[in-house]
C-alpha cells in the first residue's frame, strides 16, 4: 500500500526550552503508512530556537523558511506563567503563514497537511490515526488552563468564538442550564471518540480535498471574532467542510514554562498506551467478543394495530435486544401483532385490562418499574406512534458504548402527514431536546412528576445523571391522519377541560385547517 504523503507544519516563535521538547516529539511520531515532511516559518527572536530547527532539519526532510516580518517588524507576542498576549497583527502575521504551508501542500500534491503550534506534544500515533478517521478537517484535541486556577478547557467549541453551550438558534436558555448543557460537552470529550464540532484550532489535519476546495485562515473583514481560527472554520463551515475532533490521543500543552514539570508524565503515559495498545491489537487478532450493552424497548400502547405499530416495531428490530410492552386496555389485536413482529426477540407484554392513561404517571411508573425489572442496560422509551429517523440504526451503539453518557436527549417533530412536520407558535415540539434513551442504574431512585396528565416518560430526575444532546430526530406519528387529530382533541377535552396540565391555545389549534408545515427531510446515511 502506498504511504500517505504528510506534510506538518508550525509557524515558530517559541521559546528554545520548549520548542525542544516540541520537535522531541515530533521525532517520535509513527511513519509506518505515512511520509511525513516537515515545514516551518522560523519566526523565532531566541537565537537557541532558530539554532533547534537548523538541527533538526539536518537529517530530516523539512523546508524551513525565515520570516521576513521579524526583521521589518521586531515586535513579538508576550507569554508568561499567566497566559499569552497577542496583539491583532500578530494573529494575522500568523494566518498568511499557515495559507503559504496550505499552497505549499496544494503544489507538493501532499494528501494531508498537519498544522501543529510549537507547545504542543503528540502521542506517536496522533497522525496515522486522524488519517484513519476519514475526515477531512479533523484536530486532536488538547485541553488547557488558560488563566492559573481556571478549569481546563479544549481546543474545540460549538458555535462562535467559544460557546461550548448546545443550543437551538434563538433558545433562551437560564444560567443553571448553561452551565449543565457545557459541564456535558466537556464531559463528551473526555471520553474516547469522534465529535462533530463548530470550531477547532492549533492541531489540525486537513485532506487534500478540503485544500482543494479553497479553505484559508485568511482574515473575513466582516467577522469580529478574534483568532485565524475561527475565520477558518466559518471559512470550512461556508464550504460545506464539517468539523470534527478526536479524543483518543489527547496532545499535551505547555502552554507556559511550569507545564514543562508535566511532559515526563504524558511520554509515561504514551508508553503506556503502546503497550496497552499492543495487547489490543493481540486480541483482535483472536476475534475476541467485545461486550455490547443491551438495548431495551419500552413502550405503552393501545388499539394500535391498525396505525402505526407493524411499521414502528419493524423498524425497532433493527437495533433492539428486547422489548417491554405496555398494553394498556387494547380492544384490538395489538398485543397479536407484537408477538408476530417480535418473534426471535426476547419480550414481556404487560396488559392492563382496563387503562390507566387517565391518570398518566401510574402508568408512567409501572412503564418504568415493569421495564427495570427486565435488569435492562439501556432503555429506549418511545411510544407506538414514535420512531426514530433512519440514521438512528447506524448511530445507536456508538451512542450506548459511550462510557461518559448515561442520558440522550433528542428532538421529537409531529407529523401532520405523511411528509410534513408542524411548525407555528403553538407546535414547536422539536424545538426543544427531551430524554428518550437512558442508562439504568440500579441505585439510581426514580421521583416522579405526580400530576394525571403530561407527567413525562421518565421520573423527573433523571438530570442528575450525566447527559449528552444529539442531533438524531424523532417523528411523532400520531398527529398525522385527520381522525386521529379529532380523536386527540376530544380526548384532551375530557380529561383536561380547564387547561390545567396543557395549552387552552394548542388543544384549539389542533383543528387548525390552515397549519404551518414543513416538508421533512431524512438525515443522509453514511
Known sequence: MEKKKV???????????????????LTGLEQENVRIEYIFVDDNH??????????????????????VDKEKNPETYVCDDATHYWKDHLIW????????????????SYDYLFLIDSDLLLYPRTITHLIGTGKDVISEIFWTMWYPETPELPNVWLYDSYDMVRRLRGESLAPEEQIKRQQAFLNQLKVPGVYEVGGLGACTLISRKALLQGISFREIENLTFWGEDRHFCIRAKALGLNLFV????????????????????F??????????????ERTDEKHLSVHRPKLTLSMIMKNEANRYLEKVLEEHRHYIDEAVIIDDGSTDNSVDLCRKILRGIPYQIIQNPVSKFQNEVELRKQQWEETVQTNPEWILNLD???????????????????PGVDLYFFRLYDFWDDNHYREDKYWQAHS????????YRPDFQAEWNETPLHCGRFPKNITMLSYALDDLRIKHLGWAEPKDRLAKYLRYLQL???????????????????????????????
Open 7 to 25: 506534510l506538518l507544519g508550525s509557524p515558530v516563535c517559541q521559546k528554545s526550552n520548549i520548542l525542544r521538547e516540541f520537535l522531541d516529539s
Open 267 to 280: 511520554k509515561k503515559k504514551y508508553d503506556a498506551d503502546k503497550g496497552r495498545l499492543e495487547v489490543k
Open 46 to 67: 531566541e537565537e537557541e530556537s532558530s539554532r533547534q530547527l537548523l538541527l533538526f532539519a539536518q537529517n530530516k526532510p523539512v523546508r524551513l523558511y525565515q520570516s
Open 384 to 402: 407506538a406512534d414514535e420512531m426514530f429517523e433512519r440514521k438512528f440504526k447506524e448511530k445507536v451503539q456508538d451512542l450506548i458504548c459511550n
Open 496 to 526: 383536561d377541560p380547564e387547561s390545567r396540565y396543557g395549552w387552552k391555545e394548542q388543544y384549539e389549534s389542533i383543528l387548525d385547517p390552515n397549519p404551518g408545515l414543513v416538508e421533512w427531510e431524512e438525515s443522509p446515511l453514511r
Open 432 to 439: 426543544i431536546y427531551r430524554p428518550f434513551l437512558i442508562r
Open 246 to 265: 478526536d479524543t483518543h490521543y489527547p496532545a499535551y500543552h505547555i502552554y507556559r514554562e511550569s507545564a514543562l514539570e508535566g511532559v515526563i508524565d
Open 93 to 108: 502575521k500568523v494566518a498568511k503563514f499557515k495559507d503559504f504551508m496550505i499552497q505549499k501542500a496544494i503544489e507538493g
